[in-house]
């Protein structure tokens, strides 16, 4: 079957980094994404890697070796408004997007 | 980019009847995916509608309990029909209108009493 880990829930602190693990098991990979939940809203794109190597945007970075089968999303200097839900999703042979369940980030000041 | 309109965001209904959820996108496209998203799980696919051919749908659901209809390539409603309690959940459509990201609508609260 297909499979992805991540951690239910992390706790960290107002202006520290974050690192969220993912791991997966899949038939095929063309792709691994991570998106921002917030509470009762939708999924929201944060970043996509294909290649071996990390990917950086501003505070967030994902890393990615797929001979691992693992990423991680690294979130720096962490804001408040970070408290969120972070869903990793893979795209299998068939290009479907399997999710896994969700890591929940809780910021404390 | 794409941006989806849908709606209801949040209804609650009484079990035995129907609820049928409207999505809308700004630009036209090939396929729209159906999800369900109970809290604190995962994504749930329910099926992929495509315009002029019957939806797909995944394994454990069906096409008598989620009709689907897909008139046109901006335009899909998924309907929950006959409802029961376990079918309170959140429900969000999505496209893929490139090759990467995804984009959801606001998604879909539906409480069963």
């Known amino acids: 079957g297909q499979n992805i880990d991540q951690p239910t829930e992390m706790t960290a602190t107002e202006g520290a980094i974050v690192q969220i693990n993912c791991t997966y098991q899949?038939?095929?990979?063309?792709?691994l994404f991570w998106y921002q939940q917030h509470a009762g809203e939708a999924p929201t794109f944060l970043s996509y890697?294909?290649l071996d190597g990390l990917e950086e945007k501003g505070r967030f970075s994902s890393f990615l070796s797929r001979s691992k089968g693992y990423s991680y999303l690294l979130l720096k200097e962490l804001q408040m408004k970070d408290s969120a839900s972070y869903l990793c999703?893979?795209?299998?042979?068939?290009?479907?997007?399997?999710w896994g369940a969700g890591t929940k980030l809780i910021i404390k000041p | 980019s794409a941006v989806i309109s849908q709606k209801p965001s949040r209804d609650i209904c009484q079990r035995g009847t129907s609820l049928t959820i409207q999505c809308q996108v700004d630009?036209?496209?090939?396929?729209m995916f159906w999800y369900r998203q109970q809290p604190g799980q995962s994504l749930t696919l329910i099926a992929t509608?495509?315009?002029?051919?019957?939806?797909?749908?995944e394994s454990g659901f069906v096409i008598d309990k989620f009709p689907i209809s897909r008139p046109n390539l901006t335009f899909s409603t998924l309907t929950v029909s006959n409802m029961s309690p376990e079918d309170s959940s959140i429900y969000l459509c999505?496209?893929?209108?490139?090759?990467?990201?995804?984009?959801f609508g606001q998604g879909t609260r539906l409480t069963v009493v």
């Open positions: 999505s496209v893929e209108p490139g090759t990467t990201e995804a984009f």
């Open positions: 630009s036209q496209v090939t396929m």
């Open positions: 509608a495509n315009q002029g051919s019957e939806a797909t749908y």
């Open positions: 899949t038939s095929g990979f063309n792709g």
């Open positions: 890697n294909v």
């Open positions: 999703a893979v795209k299998d042979s068939n290009y479907q997007l399997i």
